[in-house]
């Protein structure tokens, strides 16, 4: 949830841990919140992601563990 009830443009990034971007993708928020299956492939290293989910009400980043 972003904290607004209002449909919002929101982007989704994942990056690994030295900043290369894996992942983005922008979709919209409906009421706030964001419901988004992030699909990224089998090719993707164990390790720790960030998730960078941005809007223009502001941004919040979660670690992701891959472990395959």
Partial sequence: ?????N???VMLEVTNMLG???Y??????KGGNISEQVIIGSNLARGTYLLNVRSGVG???YHIV???
Avoid: P, R
């Avoid at 949830?1 to 009830?5: A, H, I, K, Q, R």
């Avoid at 983005?24 to 928020?29: F, L, S």
């Fill in 66 to 68: 891959v472990n395959q």
């Fill in 1 to 5: 949830s972003l904290g607004t009830t």
């Fill in 24 to 29: 983005t993708n922008n979709v919209t928020a």
């Fill in 7 to 9: 449909d919002t443009e």
């Fill in 20 to 22: 290369q971007v894996v």
């Fill in 59 to 61: 941004s919040n980043v």
